[in-house]
Nanobody
């Protein structure tokens, strides 16, 4: 079972960058498929970026080219480097994990383990 804790959120100006991290204190991190999701007030949760246990990545169209997802299995960490942030990127960002056989990348309903989230604010 994954136990996920996010960090790195904060406030930036439009065009700025942030790096989010998600640490798993569980024992099975390296076999999990992982993903970042976000949810803004009044909006549906949406998938941002995913990475499988082999390092294959999947991105939502609205972040491709601006965000980079990575994982370090030696440290049980999942990162999201976010560049060229825009006000519409402001949201609560959460990481999620689950066995790869059970998930569809970027589909929130298919992930069992979630962190509490970290807030990202982008001012224009």
């Amino acid at each position: 079972q994954a136990q996920l804790v996010e960090s790195g959120g904060g406030s930036v100006q439009s065009g700025g960058s942030l790096r989010l991290s998600c640490v798993d204190s569980g024992e099975h991190f390296k076999i999990y498929c992982l993903s970042w999701f976000r949810q803004a007030p009044g909006k549906e949760r949406e998938g941002v970026a995913a990475i499988d246990k082999h390092g294959k990545t999947t991105y939502a169209d609205f972040v491709r080219g601006r965000f980079t997802v990575s994982r370090d299995n030696s440290k049980n960490t999942l990162d999201l480097e976010m560049d060229s942030l825009q006000p519409e990127d402001a949201a609560m960002y959460s990481c999620a994990a689950d066995d790869c056989w059970s998930i569809i990348p970027l589909e929130a309903r298919t992930y069992a383990y979630w962190g509490q989230g970290t807030q990202v604010t982008v001012s224009s």
